[in-house]
T-cell receptor
Framework: GAGVSQSPSNKVTEKGKDVELRCDPISGHTALYWYRQSLGQGLEFLIYFQGNSAPDKSGLPSDRFSAERTGGSVSTLTIQRTQQEDSAVYLC?????????????FGPGTRLTVL | QKEVEQNSGPLSVPEGAIASLNCTYSDRGSQSFFWYRQYSGKSPELIMSIYSNGDKEDGRFTAQLNKASQYVSLLIRDSQPSDSATYLCAVTPDTVEGKLIFGQGTTLQVKP
């Protein structure tokens, strides 16, 4: 596809369950980012990948959050034992190289609702 | 203190007027500055980037950067109802990772 894709588009889960969110970046983009946007808030950085490595995990809110990237392409964000405060839109972005942030394009997001 | 601050608004302007959106940032070492537009329920889209002090114009949009004052602004001339959206200011702390630090956004309403 031409753009960043994310799945699922919506996810409703019960408190305490684990969820996996997927991101397919633009082909050839080496840098991948996860952000979170809570209701009425700006975007909050979570984690950055360069290739399959995550040099910056500083934005992950707790050890319940983890992410991986395989083959320099698809990334999965996993939230274990979800809490209601995890409810947000999770956005993935990719850029050609990290040094060119104006090539950073966002996916449509996954809206996570924790009941 | 938040790293990037914006007035949440809403900022309401009549159609055809100039809308002025402002942003301040705390990290003096910030390298790059961006304005994103986000329509309700949609993902952000980049509308302007600016890297050096001064003005940068693109169509009806002008970005202004003042690194000494740690201030960046966006002017929208001849505002249209279709410009009604949330405008997010973002900065990159360094040139290595390219991660974006966002403000909370300013909601702009352009009234016909």
């Amino acid at each position: 596809g031409a753009g960043v894709s994310q799945s699922p588009s919506n996810k409703v889960t019960e408190k305490g369950k684990d969820v996996e969110l997927r991101c397919d970046p633009i082909s050839g983009h080496t840098a991948l980012y996860w952000y979170r946007q809570s209701l009425g808030q700006g975007l909050e950085f979570l984690i950055y990948f360069q290739g399959n490595s995550a040099p910056d995990k500083s934005g992950l809110p707790s050890d319940r959050f983890s992410a991986e990237r395989t083959g320099g392409s698809v990334s999965t964000l996993t939230i274990q034992r979800t809490q209601q405060e995890d409810s947000a839109v999770y956005l993935c972005a990719s850029s050609l190289v990290p040094q060119l942030p104006d090539t950073q394009y966002f996916g449509p997001g996954t809206r996570l609702t924790v009941l | 203190q938040k790293e990037v601050e914006q007035n949440s608004g809403p900022l309401s302007v009549p159609e055809g007027a100039i809308a002025s959106l402002n942003c301040t940032y705390s990290d003096r070492g910030s390298q790059s500055f961006f304005w994103y537009r986000q329509y309700s329920g949609k993902s952000p889209e980049l509308i302007m980037s600016i890297y050096s002090n001064g003005d940068k114009e693109d169509g009806r949009f002008t970005a202004q950067l003042n690194k000494a004052s740690q201030y960046v602004s966006l002017l929208i001339r001849d505002s249209q109802p279709s410009d009604s959206a949330t405008y997010l200011c973002a900065v990159t702390p360094d040139t290595v990772e390219g991660k974006l630090i966002f403000g909370q956004g300013t909601t702009l309403q352009v009234k016909p």
